[in-house]
């Protein structure tokens, strides 16, 4: 499913199905439906699951209670039900306390919540920090609820246990590492965050069978309160972190938006800028805020790492955003397979980026003379703008910025003055990535 860091076609497919698989399962920051989805993802790629106790303290935060769900139901006098969490995990607000009780329907609308201005959609709500219990439903279904009493069970316990999240690392040449990171804590919602899990899941699958020069971290963690665990009892691991990319909200129709790094002109930023420049896609680059994804723990300031973020619409900006409209008809496969090959195409360019020397610092070479002058074309301007440009100072990247080239045109023309001794290669301590690496396996393969 990919080679040489592209991407085949009809993956989309495949990153679909993964979603389709994991859509039903009712997750939260804690509990069973999170460990379920990392052991589906584990049938792809061999990531390991970890848990953290109730109670650890993790920097300014502590690991709450383990919340599961079973079951829960409104039931109207008749004894009909009017909201039922099987027909929908989200109906119930996430991380509601037990309830067994008589209600009468103004005590109930307290506690339920509706989309007036899009009465058919039903919206995600949570209550992870305060205690409380909850209903989501339709706006049409809620105008429906005639006076009486009304039966509400919720069967949810809300316990010491752990939160879970699933660690993969890939090692490569260098122990300098690759953050990939996705949240995977939301129930039945597809583009905010199943987009971003299938991703990631599929992009380890691949980069799994390349040659590499980095190590690749993925964690699938959930929001805010993974990050922040991971980054309290990982410190280390942390520390080795030289480019990372948030990945979510990847499969809907929007043009694919780049965040950039609290850095701000980081290689991560620089790279993923050229990449979607030269992509031939509708894109957006947007500067970094404290306000967003897991970004906002890797980018605090006492890590400040170079991790930016990979989405299409940013949240918040698409009606469906938190409501039973992102479902598995909001995100399409030829979306995500667009997104994924972007993100293949980002850590390519990290991959192959290096500094040269040209071993002819005085006037050009002959070219003629060693079979590298045909007619003047974009080759032959690529192999003007590296030789120029490679006086130790600039990398490729700083090449592919002032020329206006696309990364794999100035590496190719890069590959070719090497093999012809016109360049030494200066900073990367090993061979650039084999264009011809041996055919990948997907992910799925082999299972
Ligand atoms: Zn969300």
């Known amino acids: 499913m990919c080679s040489d860091f592209r991407v085949t076609e009809g993956t989309g497919s495949e990153m679909h199905a993964l979603i389709s698989e994991l859509y039903p399962i009712c997750r939260s920051i804690t509990g069973n439906g999170f460990r379920r989805t990392m052991e589906i993802i584990r049938k792809h790629i061999p990531i390991e699951i970890c848990e953290v106790p109730t109670g650890t303290r993790v920097f300014d935060w502590v690991v709450p209670k383990e919340w599961n769900i079973r079951d829960a139901y409104v039931k109207n006098s008749k004894g009909e039900k009017v909201i039922d969490f099987q027909k929908s995990n989200l109906h119930v607000v996430n991380y509601s306390t037990p309830v067994n009780g008589g209600f009468s329907l103004s005590e109930l609308k307290n506690h339920l919540f509706t989309i007036p201005e899009h009465p058919g959609w039903v919206p995600y709500r949570t209550s992870y920090y305060k205690e409380d ?121 929007g043009p694919l938006t780049y965040k950039k790094s609290r850095r701000g002109a980081a290689e991560i930023d620089r790279t993923a800028v050229q990449v979607l420049k030269d992509s031939c896609r509708d894109y957006k680059i947007v500067d970094f805020s404290p306000y967003g994804y897991d970004e906002r723990q890797y980018c605090s300031p006492g890590f400040n790492l170079p991790v930016g ?20 008809e909001f995100i399409r496969a030829q ?53 120029n440009l490679s006086d130790g100072q600039n990398d490729l990247l700083d090449i592919v ?47």
């Open 133 to 253: 219990w909850g209903f989501c439903l339709s706006h049409d279904e809620y105008s429906k609820l005639e006076d009486g009493v009304y039966e509400v069970f919720i069967d949810s316990t809300l316990e010491d246990g752990h939160l879970t999240y699933g660690e993969l690392c890939l090692p490569g040449e260098r122990s300098d590492e690759v953050l990939l990171s996705c949240h995977a804590c939301h129930p039945s919602l597809c583009n905010d965050n199943l987009s971003g899990v299938s991703l990631l899941t599929f992009a380890a699958g691949a980069i799994a069978s390349l040659p590499r020069k980095y190590t690749y971290r993925f964690l699938f963690i959930p929001g805010t309160i993974g990050a922040i665990t991971w980054l309290c009892l990982n410190g280390e691991k942390a520390s080795k972190v030289r480019h990372g990319i948030v990945v979510t909200g990847v499969g809907d129709a």
């Open 335 to 387: 979306d995500l397979e667009g997104s994924f090959s972007v993100l293949m195409e980002i850590l390519f360019a990290l991959e192959n980026n290096g500094t040269y020397l040209s071993t002819n610092l005085k006037c050009e070479p002959n070219l003629g003379k060693r079979g590298l002058y045909s007619s003047f074309g974009p080759e032959q301007l690529a192999m003007l703008w590296v030789m």
């Open 309 to 328: 973020r990979l989405s299409r619409t940013p949240y918040g900006e698409y009606p469906e955003y938190h409501t039973s409209a992102d479902n598995l």
């Open 401 to 447: 910025e002032r020329s206006g080239m696309g990364f794999r045109d100035v590496l190719r023309a890069a590959n070719l003055l090497a093999e012809n001794g016109l360049l030494e290669n200066r900073a990367s301590a090993c061979s650039p990535i084999n264009q011809s690496s041996p055919q990948a396996q997907g992910p799925t393969e082999g299972k």
